[in-house]
């Protein structure tokens, strides 16, 4: 499974007035197995980039591949391309609307077709993988749950179709931390189990540092830079041009760095920052 | 496609029409309305169309926005159209089975399309060259007189003011939520009409429960803000009647004239 994306250019309202374009010339690929972490200021075209990925949107120009098979010409069958590529968006739990959580994560699954018997053990698996319980909330409302729960049924509901790709739009955003870290968790253990791709969009420079592979910076509708997390992240000063910071942990030891020369460090997270600084400090592992 | 609805949205501009006072607008507005139905033949439709080329012209809104976002409305016309043409009787022009055309029918359909035609073109020329804000605020002062006898004008004022606030944010959502849907692979295009007006559930429920969200939201931060009515409440910007609004009132006095004037003269057909 792969996804390539090729020169992709999106203009809202062409000829209209607030004609703007949302993407210009956007290329990359994104391996089997790999989690891309999206990052951009607001408006830098991140979310009309997502929704090429499944067909929401045509582009204007361009292509986009999926698995090989390109999906902007027209010819595909949609309910193919969405069953494939799982799209959460923002805020996915305003789109419940099933009288209990069971029915609503089994919607997606139901409109392409499976046959009713599969769709109970596509639910339970689909709910187990975001950590809830089909026996304890699966006749419940959903409009009962916490906030942080109807999030994990919405995802559920879409990675019920087994996608192959699953791309998710701030999949953190307002949520509070203890929740925020289930969600997190809740990512590692869908990419551990399913090995699918996974992309995400995050304003949380923290998240796309510990869980991605490779980051892609958005700007002004164009890929400004992409690479690892250590390498974006080491240009700190072009991303505060762009608007975004680097992560936390990038920033104390930056911080530390510059008040005490000898702890020199790249850490992106806690981890490898206490094992930086462990390291600095002689005679420390005795 | 739900964004291409633009009916009751703003175009902005600068144009004498944009700058004219908010009130003169409204009473243009309905003024016109009155007229078309004052029309009795072809001839007053031609003036009326001519007038209403010359606002738009003079507004300098494009032609293609108006009509696409009217698309919508004018399946509605359509539909009135048919059912006026083959429910009138009358001398008989064309006969198939159950369905006659008569030659009133006939007339009266291209008569009423013309007249909800220009009816809804020209009420959204008002709407699309008017700030929402300044289309209630002159609102509200219209209806001063009527507080004397008891009616919340600025009450009226401020429903009118949010609801067509909420216009485009409700469509926005509606837009996200069928995106969402759709991104779970909902189809909303096929089937018969039972099926496909099922399949507006899951966007209606949704919909619903974001409206009541939002309307909360909007009430809280009112009184956050000390909103308590508008009992002793200024204005930051008082509106006034200019040079331009004169004239527009003395060109809708001669159009008045002219419109009665046409229902003397013989008809085109």
């Known amino acids: 499974m792969s996804i390539e994306v090729k020169n992709l250019t999106y203009i809202y309202n062409p000829g209209m007035p607030g004609e703007t374009r949302a993407l210009d010339g956007v290329s990359f690929e994104v391996h089997d197995g790999e989690i891309l972490g999206i990052i951009g200021h607001t408006g830098s075209g991140k979310s009309t980039l997502l929704q090429h990925l499944n067909g929401l949107l045509r582009p204007t120009s361009g292509q986009v591949f999926v698995d090989g098979q390109c999906i902007t010409d027209g010819k595909v069958r949609l309910v193919d391309i969405r069953r494939k590529v799982g799209l959460v968006f923002q805020y996915p739990e305003y789109q419940l609307f099933e009288e209990t959580v069971a029915k609503d994560v089994a919607f997606g699954p139901r409109n392409t077709g499976l046959e009713e018997s599969k769709i109970e053990n596509r639910v339970r698996a689909a709910l187990s993988l975001v950590g809830l319980d089909y026996d304890e909330i699966g006749e419940s409302s959903p409009f009962e749950l916490s906030g942080g729960q109807k999030r994990r049924v919405a995802i559920a509901g879409v990675l019920a179709m087994r996608p192959s790709v699953l791309i998710l739009d701030e999949p953190t955003a307002g949520l509070d931390p203890a929740a925020h870290r289930e969600i997190l968790s809740m990512i590692r253990t869908i990419h551990e189990s399913m090995g699918i791709i996974i992309i995400f969009v995050s304003h949380n420079m923290g998240d796309i540092a510990s869980l991605s592979d490779r980051v892609i910076v958005m700007d002004k509708a164009k890929i400004a830079m992409s690479g690892t997390p250590q390498e974006v992240f080491s240009h700190d000063k072009q991303l505060a041009a762009m608007g975004l910071d680097v992560p936390p942990v990038r920033s104390i030891m930056m911080q530390i760095a510059a008040e005490i020369p000898s702890i020199q460090s790249n850490a992106l997270t806690t981890q490898e920052a206490a094992e930086d600084i462990r390291r600095a400090i002689p005679g420390f592992e005795q | ?269």
């Open chain 2, 1 to 269: 496609m739900i964004r291409d609805i633009t009916l009751g949205q703003y175009y902005p501009g600068d144009s004498p029409v944009h700058r004219l006072d908010a009130r003169t607008k409204i009473i243009g507005t309905l003024l016109y309305i009155i007229e078309l139905f004052i029309v009795n033949n072809y001839w007053g439709f031609v003036i009326a169309a001519a007038a209403l080329f010359a606002v738009i012209a003079l507004s300098r809104v494009p032609v293609k926005f108006i009509f696409r976002g009217l698309s919508a409305v004018f399946i509605i016309i359509a539909f009135t159209f048919l059912l006026n043409l083959f429910m009138v009787d009358g001398r008989v022009l064309w006969h198939w089975k159950f369905l006659t055309i008569t030659y009133e029918g006939l007339s009266r359909a291209c008569f009423m399309a013309i007249r909800l035609v220009l009816l809804i073109i020209g009420s959204s020329m008002m709407t699309l060259t008017t700030k929402p804000i300044e289309l209630t605020d002159g609102l509200e002062k219209l209806l001063k007189p009527f507080g004397l006898i008891g009616l919340p004008t600025h009450e009226i004022a401020l429903m009118m003011t949010i609801a067509l606030r909420f216009i485009p944010t409700l469509m926005e959502e509606t837009d996200k939520i069928i995106k969402a849907q759709e991104a779970r692979g909902a189809d909303f295009e096929s089937g018969n009409l039972l099926q496909r007006a099922k399949s507006l559930i899951p966007i209606l429920i949704p919909l619903f429960i974001s409206s009541f969200r939002i309307a909360q939201d909007l009430a809280l931060a009112m009184e956050a803000r000390c909103y308590h009515g508008g009992s002793g409440r200024t204005r930051m910007n008082e509106i006034h009647f200019g040079k331009g609004d004169v004239v527009a009132a003395i060109l809708m006095v001669i159009f008045l004239a002219v419109i009665i004037a046409s229902r003397f003269i013989p008809d085109l057909f």
